[in-house]
């Protein structure tokens, strides 16, 4: 059975304020603990193309990715794929906002397999995915309410 992790949280910030600083690739490194750095490689209408580069694992291992990202501002969501999969047989990711009473509301919906030959299986990867978005996403809710405050 192929993984799936779904993680919500709610930021008290204006949802355009949400929309603008989750959707600033170049201003990922800053955003998220984890990415060393985000190379975009193609634009296409809102369709962008990307190599995201993490800082090294415990290991030393440092893992990069070519991935692509559609944000649609109407439907209030974003499709992303990993192009290049690595150890992944497919990842899929589907991003959503919503206004709500205590600000926005943002949910990361994850899909994906891992490759026979990936160093952990799918219920690892679920457990290990659904762990790290729910720390990157309180980082990412203490700087954007941060920079709310502030305007």
């Known amino acids: 059975m192929p993984g ?3 993680n919500e949280i709610v930021i008290a910030a204006p949802l355009d304020l949400v929309w603008e600083t989750t959707n600033d690739l170049e201003n990922w490194p800053q955003l998220f603990s984890e990415y060393a750095s985000v190379e975009v ?5 809102s369709l962008v193309r990307f190599r995201l580069t993490m800082h090294p694992d415990d290991n030393g291992q440092v893992w990069s ?3 692509e990202r559609e944000p649609d501002r109407d439907t209030l ?3 992303a794929r990993r192009v290049e999969p690595g150890p992944f047989e497919f990842m899929e990711i589907r991003w959503e906002y919503a ?3 205590a600000g926005t509301r943002m949910r990361w919906i994850q899909d994906f397999a891992m490759k026979p ?8 990867m679920t457990a290990h995915i659904d762990r790290n978005s729910k720390v990157q996403m309180q980082l990412i809710r203490e700087k954007v ?3 709310a405050a502030e305007l």
């Open 4 to 6: 799936h992790t779904d």
């Open 41 to 45: 490689l193609d634009r296409q209408g």
């Open 65 to 67: 990715w070519v991935s």
């Open 77 to 79: 969501s974003v499709r």
């Open 99 to 101: 206004e709500v009473p």
């Open 117 to 124: 030959t990936a160093p952990v299986d799918d219920q690892g």
């Open 145 to 147: 309410e941060k920079r």
